[in-house]
């Protein structure tokens, strides 16, 4: 339970349906005085307060469970080990990976429970299992489950995934939940500022490198450290004078070993092929072959149609169509078109584009 509305009506659901449902609120920092205050994160004391009143509406046990240090290791040192590698990470897909559905699963089942509910925007079919795109597209969270084993899918309860926010809004109200009115949470839970190149020059410190033209090798500038930039990236370039054509810069390319930042025009941006290492199967096994889906690269956004060949050390996924500013270190996640909700095959972390 997060403290927000969507974990809050997932929970009611869950005892509406009958189950034997414990509500559980994770404190994922290890000095909790310095999350953000408010709504904008998901992990505040305000948040754990707003988590234990609705727990007390519905009349279930509440528990915080501190996993402050498996979340630094596996997600926060994960997320500046990457960016200091030049990649552009995704710390919640990571924590649903490493945290909610493996630390967390882990210990429940230990505990004998049969699951872990969420307030994800997701539907599942545990049995198959068969996870889905939610009713609500613009709600849409299973990119960033579309890490999870088949094995955690059988342990997992997504409530609110069939239906769109508003009306889980409306539900909250008529249940008298006070978050029913609650904004969403955004930013990075873990960066308290929301200043996230600011906590990785705390982090990284100052390790200096240039700015040089893709095409043609020119020196434009200079930077403090490759981890202060990602690919797609046009502003605070630190370019020092305009291009010849007058048209803006965009990061084409980092080389985190020798410190260079590759910039060019937009239409260099676009790629065709993708490939990723590490990939993880929603059946449990790699589908037999070049297999076509539909490849996404963002939590909303950049999706195409493509042509996904798995490998002994990855996969490589042919794009039909271009998609613009793909960056090492995303995931992209597979999906197969069906009427009833497109279908999550799997997914793999990027680690090179052309």
């Known amino acids: 339970m997060s403290g927000g509305v969507d974990s809050a009506v997932a929970a009611a659901r869950a005892v509406a349906a009958g189950h034997d449902v414990v509500g559980v609120h994770l404190a994922l920092s290890r000095t909790r005085d310095a999350m953000r205050s408010g709504s904008r994160g998901c992990c505040s004391k305000e948040d754990s307060a707003d988590a234990a009143r609705t727990a007390d509406l519905l009349g279930i046990p509440y528990y915080v469970w501190d996993l402050s240090e498996e979340f630094t290791r596996d997600v926060v040192d994960d997320f500046v080990a990457a960016y200091a590698a030049g990649e552009t990470p995704n710390p919640c897909l990571r924590c649903n990976e490493k945290i909610k559905f ?3 699963l882990d210990k429940a089942l230990a505990l004998g429970f049969d699951a872990v509910c969420t307030g994800h ?5 545990p049995t198959v299992p068969e996870l889905r795109r939610s ?8 990119y960033v489950l579309a890490v999870l084993r088949a094995d955690q899918l059988r342990h997992a309860m997504f409530p609110v995934g069939d239906t769109p926010k508003p009306q889980i809004r409306a539900e909250a109200q008529r249940l008298g939940l006070r978050v029913a009115g609650k904004p969403d949470s955004h930013d990075i839970c873990f ?5 996230t190149q600011g906590f990785l020059r705390e ?3 100052s390790s200096p490198g240039e700015v040089v033209d893709s095409a043609s090798g020119e020196v434009l500038g200079t930077h403090d450290g490759v981890h202060g930039f990602t690919v797609g990236q046009r502003k605070g370039l630190g370019i020092d004078r305009p291009a010849a054509d007058g048209r803006p810069r965009y990061v084409l390319g980092i080389e985190p070993v020798s410190g260079t930042v590759r910039v060019g025009p937009d239409s260099a941006l676009d790629v065709t092929t993708i490939s990723a290492r590490t990939p993880v199967w929603t059946s449990g096994a790699a589908p037999e072959g070049p297999f076509a889906c539909v490849a996404q690269v963002r939590a909303h956004g950049g999706i195409a149609p493509a042509e996904v060949t798995p490998s002994a050390d990855g996969v490589t996924v042919t794009l039909t169509e271009p998609l613009r500013g793909v960056a090492p270190g995303q995931a992209v996640a597979f999906y197969r078109p069906s009427e009833a909700g497109d279908i999550v095959l799997g997914s793999a972390t990027v680690t090179a584009t052309t």
């Open 191 to 195: 960066i308290p500022t929301g200043d």
């Open 135 to 142: 009713a609500d597209a613009g709600k849409d969270q299973s």
């Open 203 to 205: 982090q990284l410190g």
């Open 102 to 104: 493996a630390a967390v």
């Open 121 to 125: 925007y997701a539907r599942l079919d």
